[in-house]
């Protein structure tokens, strides 16, 4: 559907010129960005995708929706859905909440597809990268998880929640619903020495509410936020438009697969045990 589009008809390298070799040039693009991600746990690139590849990902996106796994599932905020009998009840590990997402995987995506086509450019991948703040970043290898359209229809949501593994979450807002579907955070819940489970209790028990932030994007945003550590959701879709996310997963070293467990909660039975 979007076979022809080249990666420059679907980033606007007018705004954002990723291909510059100026030094200078390249650390005033990149260092707002950067300073965003270390004080706030997110940073927003707006109008980073042009409206025809957004059209065009849009159009895949409900083309694929009814090979979607409809992910209707309680979790808890490690992904996890069975419980631990070796914790108490009111344990995080123990709370779980109904989420419900449409999940296109990347198998699932035509090979010339603009939203795998922006997943590997080494343009995106290394402004990525700088952003971070590591010298490079690998694609990820799992069958299933490298580029992902998530849609959610009306009532449809996603619980708080923390990101497996990885430091960092990539996101493309490709269409938003008219109403609710709103990304928010809390971040910094735990740190990678301390599940602070003390803390993420109190957060699920409404005590830590003011610590929340919504973050807002318009079609073509690009988002890159701190889902390890930081709770986050999206809340009930109410409007009748679809909302459509493009996810991405980046490494630090090559040859990563996906876990397992998570795996099976994402995209269901069809993933082999």
């Known amino acids: 559907m979007g076979g022809e589009l080249h990666i420059n008809d679907i980033v606007d390298f007018h705004t954002y010129p990723l291909a510059s070799t100026d030094a200078k040039a390249r650390r005033m693009l990149v260092d707002p ?50 419980p631990d009998p070796a914790l108490p009840e009111d344990h995080p590990r123990n709370v779980f909440s109904d989420t419900s997402t449409r999940m296109i995987a990347y198998d699932q995506i035509p090979i010339r597809s603009p939203l795998k086509t922006f997943y590997h450019s080494v343009e995106v991948r290394n402004f990525i990268a700088d952003i971070v703040g590591v010298q490079a970043l690998y694609d990820n290898e799992d069958p299933y998880q490298p580029a992902n359209y998530i849609c959610y229809n009306k009532g449809d949501r996603s619980s708080w929640h923390f990101d497996a593994d990885n430091s960092f979450t990539v996101t493309l807002m490709v269409q938003k619903t008219e109403q609710g579907g709103e990304f928010e955070m809390s971040p910094n819940c735990r740190t990678d020495q301390d599940q602070q489970y003390d803390r993420v209790g109190q957060f699920l028990r409404g005590e830590l509410d003011n610590s929340i ?38 490494e630090r070293e090559p040859g990563i697969i996906g876990d397992q467990e998570v795996n099976e909660t994402i995209y269901g039975e069809r993933v082999p045990r």
Do not use: W
Request: glycine share 6%; charged share 15%.
């Open 33 to 82: 960005f950067k300073t965003q991600l270390v004080q706030k746990q997110y940073c927003v690139v707006p109008g980073f995708v042009c409206p025809k590849a957004l059209s065009l990902m849009t159009a895949e996106a409900m083309a694929g929706r009814p090979f979607a796994f409809d992910n209707n599932s309680r979790r808890n905020v490690y992904l996890q859905r069975q």
């Open 213 to 250: 932030v919504s973050v807002n994007r318009e079609p073509g945003a690009l988002c890159i936020f701190r889902g390890c550590n930081s709770l986050h959701r999206v809340s009930p879709v109410l409007g009748s438009a679809m909302r459509i996310m493009g996810v991405f997963v980046y």
